[in-house]
């Protein structure tokens, strides 16, 4: 469902960090090369990217941004009060995009199933390539003194490296 996404979020040595790549598909084809899927939010307290379809992940944007703004920054209130609304709303339930939000204390991942997921070990993945970038962040996480920066950067290199719908035209920002 989404093809031609990667997005990583990372919280690794006091630092917090986002990457995603450039690449928009639709089938088989890639329509654009270099989108910027991420975003900063509340006077750049929050990360957030996004899979999936790119008019159904600007209107998440757009809600989320209000219920990080109406719960005053307080990302795990901001997360279940999308979440409920994704899932109840008769409109939003049936948008084609899920959400990694992260501030400097956490990360979580969003979907319109209701699903709020935590990540153990602070780093999170979504989209086609997320496997690749997760299991890359894994590693250098493990076995490298690299910062969240650097290690959201070779993280998508890597999934761009093995996924076709992964690009190098990538895009990171930390908190």
Request: glycine share 8%; proline share 2%; charged share 25%.
């Amino acid at each position: 469902m989404f093809k031609g996404t990667t997005i990583l979020a990372i919280k690794h040595k006091g630092e917090t960090a986002i990457s995603g790549d450039g690449q928009i598909s639709m089938g088989n084809t890639i329509m654009k090369n270099n989108t910027v899927k991420i975003r900063k939010l509340y006077d750049d307290k929050v990360l957030t990217g996004f899979a999936g379809a790119s008019a159904d992940a600007i209107t998440l944007f757009e809600r989320f941004e209000e219920k990080i703004n109406e719960f005053h920054g307080n990302l795990p209130k901001a997360v279940i009060s999308l979440a409920k609304e994704w899932r109840t709303d008769k409109i939003l339930r049936k948008l084609e995009a899920i959400l990694i939000v992260a501030n400097t204390e956490k990360i979580f991942i969003v979907s319109g199933t209701g699903d709020i997921i935590e990540p153990d070990d602070n780093i999170a993945a979504i989209g086609s390539g997320g496997p690749y970038a997760l299991a890359a962040a894994k590693a250098l996480v493990n076995f490298s003194k690299l910062s969240a920066y650097e290690i959201a950067l070779e993280s998508l290199k890597i999934a761009a490296s093995i996924c076709i719908y992964t690009n190098d035209k990538i895009v990171v920002e930390k908190l």
